[in-house]
């Protein structure tokens, strides 16, 4: 079903529409479907407007296996929050068992009924077998979190008929729900979560950093309501071991809370079932800033969060400018300056909100400002105060003070590669002050990390790598790092969770490693563009080179990808969405203003930076 420009919509069989902000519903007829024949697809619904929802009808009277099954898959697709009507194609202990929340199995297309359901033999019977049949794409799990996961699909169902009413249902099939991902995409909403990172702080007082988890949750059935209790349950199985909730173990909402939404000041009541004993002032504030910077993803007007106890105390609140100062929020963060190499390989700026075409870039303070040693790349620290450069022709690692009188001193990394791409890459840093860069010698390729910026580096350890490190990124939270991996001659994307070292003396590694775009095979840059979110230049087999936003989890994005670039050889976005994209070009260096075309910086330019 899908709404018309007119404010009307399509009629299609099986299905209801609500129209939310009028309080109309609309019943589509319910057409006759036939319950033998040759393979068929579900059709999969057209994506809807906004505040149009989607109703499933029940099954009629006396109608076949095959148009129940019709019936029941429509009516996982619809808005239905808890699956009612898709239970009244069940039977009545098929109904009690099933678990649709258990999984969400996404295909290529609807899924196909490929066989004619028709019960076996030449007579009656009351039993009948169908299959479903498709291309899948991906799963979302208990813990909704997305998995690209291409495999074919085949699930069989069982049908009976009661003997009395004469009425067939479904009694036996998977838990979950399946659909195409053109449902998907209407039905589904992608969101991140926040929690903590377990063994990282910024700043002298040790404020905690903010780690999005994304997830996905039902766009029209109670998002807001979904999302807490997503957040409550804890962080999806990749992530947990690396974050932290502030969140007691056994929090939830209280019983019967639904239909969460902020009111007209724009502020949201949480009921939990907490009482004020369980929780101290400042726990209670970190559990607030999790909601807000949660919520704000479906609600970006969203200005505070009251969380209030078992007794319908007031526990506590927090403001949205509160909460920016209780944890350390990588896409709240805007950057001061953008950075890169001028013509003569010294360091520049230039200020971020900076307008209009040329360069108007100065040299920083200290010694990167004056060029030599042969400067490939640059990496600035996100407080703006050190930066990182490879020079030696990628030889060398240094760090240096972004203030007069500063030094370069030795470096703290070196390699021996053959040549400058066999040689250190571009150096990225986290929040907590941690500068990591990959060693790309073919021959001892190895990833570091410089804690503090200073002192001996650390090897770090990748199980499970599948080739060579040829880039590394490492997310402001510190928990998550974006490489990118050489083999046989192709590079792909992989993201890795980092696991610190909790006293064990396991030392850092890099775990999970998965691929969020595996069908890129040739990625040349990436950068960081969101707290769940990475732009990249590659191309797929046999294509040409594009730049496109990647989510982590490998889900597709609404977002459009930005205008064309020939040549691109690198490029710098920030966390911080707003902040104009910058690329290195076979222009020079160019930025991408909000709603405007490639503009050019400094045609002599290399190397360019945002804080990370």
């Known amino acids: 079903m899908a709404a018309d420009r007119t404010g009307g919509a399509r009629r299609r ?15 589509a007829g319910c057409a006759s479907m036939p319950d033998s024949g040759d393979l068929r697809d579900v059709e999969s619904t057209p994506r809807q407007d906004t505040g149009v929802r989607v109703f499933a009808m029940p099954p009629a009277e006396g109608v076949g296996p095959g148009e129940i099954m019709q019936g029941f898959l429509e009516a996982l697709t619809s808005d239905d929050p808890g699956y009612d009507t898709a239970r009244k194609y069940l039977t009545a202990d098929a109904a009690r068992v099933w678990r649709p929340e258990r999984s969400t199995t996404v295909l290529a297309n609807g899924p196909s009924i490929a066989t004619n359901c028709n019960p076996g033999g030449r007579e009656e019977t009351n039993s009948a077998t169908c299959v479903l049949t498709g291309a899948q794409v991906a799963t979302v799990d208990a813990q909704q979190a997305y998995q690209p996961a291409e495999a074919p699909y085949r699930k069989k169902l069982h049908l009976t008929k009661n003997p009395k009413s004469g009425q067939w249902r479904i009694d036996g099939l998977p838990d979950g729900v399946v659909m195409g991902k053109s449902d998907f995409q209407r039905n589904y909403t992608s969101v991140d979560k926040y929690y903590f990172a377990s063994n990282t702080a910024v700043g002298s007082g040790g404020q905690p950093v903010a780690v999005a988890d994304p997830v996905f949750v039902r766009s029209k059935v109670d998002p807001m309501t979904q999302l807490v209790r997503s957040l409550l349950h804890g962080p999806t199985t990749w992530l947990g071991p690396v974050v932290r909730s502030s969140f007691p173990t056994g929090t939830a909402l209280k019983k019967g809370v639904s239909g969460l939404a902020p009111d007209d000041q724009n502020k949201l009541t949480v009921p939990l079932n907490l009482k004020s004993s369980q929780v101290t002032a400042g726990k209670c504030t970190e559990m607030a800033t999790q909601v807000l910077f949660t919520l704000r993803n479906l609600v970006p007007t969203l200005e505070s969060v009251e969380l209030r106890g078992a007794d319908a105390d007031r526990l506590c609140e927090v403001s949205e400018e509160r909460a920016e100062s209780v944890a350390w929020h990588g896409s709240a963060r805007r950057p001061e300056y953008l950075y890169f190499l001028d013509g003569k390989h010294r360091l520049v700026r230039m200020p971020t909100g900076s307008t209009g075409t040329g360069t108007g870039a100065d040299r920083v303070p200290g010694p990167l400002g004056e060029g030599g040693n042969g400067l490939l790349s640059v990496a600035v620290s996100r407080d703006e105060d050190t930066a990182a450069v490879v020079g030696d022709r990628g030889a060398s690692l240094y760090t240096s003070s972004l203030a007069a009188g500063g030094s370069l001193g030795d470096p703290l990394v070196s390699s021996a590669g053959g040549a400058p791409a066999e040689r250190l890459a571009t150096p990225s840093w986290d929040a907590r002050g941690d500068l990591w860069v990959a ?153 991408l203003p909000s709603g405007a075309q490639w503009q050019k910086i400094d045609k002599d330019g290399t190397a360019p930076v945002y804080p990370g």
Do not use: C
Not at 14 to 23: E, H, I, N, Q, T
């Open 439 to 591: 060693d790309r010698d073919p021959h001892r390729p190895r990833l570091f990390v410089v804690e503090q910026g200073g002192g001996k580096p650390q090897q770090v350890a990748v199980p499970d790598l599948p080739g060579r490190i040829t880039d590394a990124r490492v997310a402001a939270d510190g928990t998550r790092i974006a490489l990118v991996v050489e083999k046989d001659g192709k590079q792909s994307l992989s993201i890795g969770r980092i696991q610190r070292d909790d006293g064990t003396g396991q030392g850092i590694s890099v775990d999970g490693l998965h691929s969020p775009a595996p069908d890129l095979e040739e990625v040349s840059a990436i950068s960081w563009a969101g707290d769940s979110r990475l732009l990249v230049v590659g191309q797929e087999h046999g294509g040409v080179q594009q730049m496109r936003y990647v989510q982590i989890d490998g889900s597709a994005l609404d977002s459009p990808a930005p205008g064309a670039l020939p040549g691109v050889k690198a490029i710098a976005a920030s966390e911080n969405e707003r902040v104009p994209l910058v690329a290195y070009s076979d222009d020079g260096i160019v930025r």
């Open 13 to 27: 069989p099986g299905r209801a529409v609500a129209y939310a902000a009028l309080g109309i519903v609309v019943l």
